[in-house]
């Protein structure tokens, strides 16, 4: 769901929009749409989430409907349309994980984290929700965190325990 | 030890840059193919090759290729197929990693041989340091001139990009993963037309899985005869399999195609047996899209002979006693795993996966993800079972893509080999809640892994 209200005007830094024109070259002319994902991956790396008022920019950018951005970001799983905490751990609740552990993984994050899937802390830090397969079967259960999508393997109670507490220490 | 063609120095330290990958080899088959091949010969090679499609279909590779559409002055365009979502699959994920020159060589050489100056990688989101793995690995070519204009001195040019997607299992789908890289939802087009006539921006496109197209470099080294003679009758060559699940040593191995799965599930070489002293219940052999088996006919067929990893002998009995070798994610489950609570989980992701176009995928989905849920949960009766039996027939064949095929399979496959698991659930509902169905009589009791004698 689109979250209009609470949103704030947003500026793209020059060097986002550096980044933005190097992308858009790799298509054909007239083909700038297929940037889209690719821009939006920036924009949330940048923000934290994809808001109205950055989606709507990204639409001016790439000459673009804004509906077609919102479409696009609604799809697409990866997009939060939502804020969120600054680091969402992601783990993985497909069939091989959960032969491994996955579920006892995500009881244990809840109960450490003390939040519910998708909420975030009071600290505006931490925020968590099970995703599905993230390709990884051999080495689960594993949980991914954006925005450069650093990958834990093999996990257990205590590895999620020294991950939380090294990234709140941060 | 088994023939090696894509993993072979996977335990070379520093594989993953130029220097070391061309020190062992590497970029042979760029200059074999641009300096004294014509693109014809080299489909032509990959035709006597008999790869077929590594990301689940298993279509021959050259003849896809052959399809491929030339009118004058229009674009030709490569895309690799990266988006690797299958559960139970993560060998693609595997090698862009560790040894991602292998596929940017693999792209030269068949960009070349399909007249395409513009490829993309299209690689799932979520995968992003492997989209940073590949990008270096660009670079590196490119600084080396196996990339960009006039390459190694051939006036050939290619350009060659990768493309993030944003989080769809749907857009492994080939005009899905087109659509997405158009900029638009991961709704799979209508075919007729395929890719090799209408793809990409309406041009001839050619879409294929990471290891297909890897493994057209060992097969412009050796020669397409050579890597036919490996493997089994038409599935040819060498194929990376995914383990995962219950097994003692879960991981990417690289098979030479008929290989038992006895060997493959208990040998040392491989998987090494079921973990924590357990025994076998069943499989996923080929991503959790094909039908599961139960462990008798995992490792035998119904008249005893035993079973082969290879497209043809995984898929032996059709549906009633076999499955398929699909994208090669093969999940093993031991006695202790609930079949009902994993055609659940399955079920709920293809629920959250469905593009929604399609009535029968997007509505069915959710239907088979409830009906699993009460039963595994202790509130189902037997008639949810027959109509759990309807939903999945009732998706089956009537969706524009093989996504509502992938859905209903496991499910159709679960009843077929597990209704007396399902039958306990109604029937024992507060027991199914704290115990185990266990192995009943789905498995030859398999007490340790047999001797397998050295070849």
């Known amino acids: 769901m689109l979250k209009v209200e609470e949103t704030q005007p947003v500026e793209f830094s020059s060097a986002l929009l550096a980044k933005f024109d190097e992308i858009v070259k790799r298509y054909p002319e007239g083909k700038q749409k297929s940037a889209l994902l690719p821009l939006l991956h920036l924009v949330q790396a940048e923000f934290g989430w994809t808001s109205v008022p950055a989606m709507d920019k990204v639409a001016e950018y790439l000459n673009i409907q804004s509906i077609e951005v919102y479409e696009v970001a609604s799809f697409y799983t990866m997009y939060f349309l939502q804020p969120k905490g600054k680091y969402v751990l992601e783990v993985c609740r497909t069939g ?3 032969l491994v552990g996955a579920e006892k993984i995500m009881d244990h994050i809840e109960k450490k984290l003390g939040v519910k899937e998708g909420e975030v802390t009071e600290d505006g830090l931490f925020s968590w929700r099970g995703v599905e397969c993230l390709a990884a079967c051999g ?29 709140r220490k941060k | 030890m088994a023939r090696k063609l894509l993993l072979e120095h996977i335990n070379v330290p520093g594989i993953n840059t130029l220097a070391v990958y061309r020190e062992k080899g590497g970029y042979r088959a760029v200059e074999k193919a641009l300096k004294t091949l014509t693109p014809e010969e080299i489909v032509e090679e990959v035709k006597k090759s008999g790869l077929r499609g590594r990301g689940g279909a298993g279509f021959p590779t050259g003849m896809k290729w052959s399809f491929l559409a030339k009118p004058e002055g229009v674009p030709r365009y490569l895309v690799c197929n990266a988006d690797e979502s299958e559960p139970g699959t993560f060998k693609d994920r595997y090698l862009m990693t560790h040894i991602p020159h292998a596929l940017i060589e693999g792209m030269i050489v068949s960009s070349f041989a399909l007249g395409a100056n513009t490829s993309y990688i299209y690689v799932r989101g979520e995968m992003m340091p492997q989209i940073r793995i590949l990008e270096r690995a660009i670079e590196e070519a490119k600084a080396a001139g196996l990339l960009g204009k006039n390459i190694l001195g051939t006036g050939y040019d290619l350009e060659l990009y990768v493309q993030p997607g944003g989080g769809a299992y749907i857009c492994g789908e080939e005009t899905a993963l087109l659509e997405s890289l158009e900029g638009k939802r991961g709704n799979p087009r209508i075919k007729p037309p395929f890719p090799a006539i209408a793809g990409l921006y309406g041009c001839p496109t050619v879409v294929n899985n990471v290891e297909s197209i890897a493994a057209v470099v060992p097969i412009i080294n050796d020669g397409g005869d050579e890597y036919a003679k490996i493997g089994i009758g038409r599935s040819t060559g060498t194929k990376l399999i995914s383990a995962s699940g219950n097994l003692v040593k879960p991981g990417v191995y690289e098979i030479e195609l008929g290989l038992p799965v006895e060997e493959f599930i208990y040998s040392d070489e491989y998987c090494g047996g079921i973990a924590n002293g357990k025994r076998l219940k069943a499989t996923v052999a080929g991503g959790s899209s094909v039908p599961v088996l139960p462990a008798n006919l995992t490792l035998k067929y119904a008249n005893g002979d035993p079973r082969l990893m290879s497209y043809e002998s995984l898929s032996e009995g059709g549906f009633a006693t076999g499955t398929m070798l699909g994208s090669g ?8 795993q609930c079949i009902v609570r994993n055609t659940w ?48 027939r009732k998706i089956e064949g009537n969706t524009i893509c093989p996504l509502g095929d992938a859905a209903a399979w496991p499910v159709a496959s679960a009843i077929r080999h597990f209704r007396d698991e399902f039958e306990w659930h109604v029937k024992e509902p507060m027991k199914s809640q704290s115990t185990n169905y266990g192995l009943a009589n789905y498995a030859n009791p398999i007490e340790k892994a047999p001797v397998v004698e050295e070849k």
Not at chain 2, 329 to 336: K, N, P, S, T, V
Not at chain 2, 369 to 386: A, C, P, R, T, W
């Open chain 1, 96 to 98: 091989p994980c959960c």
């Open chain 1, 139 to 167: 080495f689960g259960p594993v949980l991914q965190i954006g925005p450069e999508y650093t990958f834990y393997e093999n996990l257990t109670e205590q590895s999620v325990d020294q991950l939380i507490d090294d990234l």
């Open chain 2, 329 to 336: 994610g093969f999940i093993a489950f031991d006695e202790d």
């Open chain 2, 345 to 392: 989980n399955f079920s709920r992701f293809y629920h959250h996966e469905s593009c929604g176009q399609c009535s029968p995928c997007r509505e069915g989905t959710g239907w088979m993800e409830k009906i699993l849920h009460k039963i595994e949960h202790g509130h189902g009766s037997m008639e949810d079972i027959d109509l759990l039996w309807d939903v999945q």
